[in-house]
């Protein structure tokens, strides 16, 4: 593993930032995402790291899952060794040939690591109880506006393309506000493949602009504390 340089030009930044698609249930989403990885311990990746904070061990409680779930990052940031970088996903979902071809890893066959995928779904409406699914390959969780929302502690392959909502391997409801709606996907590898299928059955657009979503305050004396966080960024 090595530290990404970061050879991404300014044209291609703004672009991929403001570049938005319409999601369609039929079809996972390819992106562009906002991509980290997070090493695990030897034989430690897949089910047995789905509830382990990786980006909170990986920047020594710089970064957690509950921070970036709630007010997503910014691009370029640095989590260890990697920086959060946009990337599409091929037809087939390969999160491994994807970051490879992004430049955040040369390893063909990364083991025991872990990925979070950022992504904004934006609604016209508020719409409620529409169904989103998933496949994994390992294990996945889901965040959508910082709360969790799935949770799928296995080692398992992600079987193929789904033709529809109904042939993910996980089906449940979410809640979508009017506007801009933050998405965060978490899969843990163990070995082999590596990959995720994630769509959604509603009227929905997608892009990595996070300038539209509203950070999180916790209550009480935690203000204080989020404060720093979010003028950090």
């Not at 079809?27 to 509830?51: F, H, V, Y």
Request: glycine letters at 12%; charged letters at 25%; proline letters at 3%.
């Amino acid at each position: 593993m090595y530290k990404k340089l970061c050879l991404i030009g300014l044209t291609c930044l703004i672009g991929f930032s403001f570049m938005m698609h319409i999601a369609d249930a039929e079809t996972p989403i390819a992106g562009p995402w906002l991509w980290m990885i997070a090493p695990t311990e030897a034989n430690q990746g897949g089910q047995a790291s789905t509830d382990i904070d990786s980006l909170d061990e990986e920047s020594k409680g710089k970064v957690t899952e509950e921070d970036v779930a709630k007010n997503g990052a910014e691009e370029g940031d640095e989590v260890g060794d990697y920086e959060w970088t946009p990337g599409e996903l091929p037809a087939d979902g390969n999160i491994n040939a994807m970051l490879v071809s992004i430049k955040m890893t040369n390893v063909a066959d990364f083991n025991d690591v872990t990925s979070y995928g950022l992504i904004v779904l934006e609604s016209k409406n508020k719409q409620s109880g529409v169904t989103m699914g998933t496949s994994s390959d390992d294990s996945i969780k889901v965040w959508l506006n910082g709360e969790e929302v799935h949770r799928m502690a296995v080692n398992r392959g992600r079987g193929g393309t789904p033709a529809g909502i109904d042939n993910y391997q996980d089906r449940f409801e979410v809640d979508l506000k009017k506007g801009d709606n933050l998405l965060m996907v978490k899969v843990s590898e163990r070995g082999g493949g590596w990959g995720q299928y994630v769509g959604i059955d509603a009227d929905v657009e997608h892009h990595i602009d996070f300038a539209g979503v509203q950070p999180v305050e916790p209550a009480g004396k935690l203000a204080t504390q989020w404060a720093e966080i979010k003028n950090a960024h």
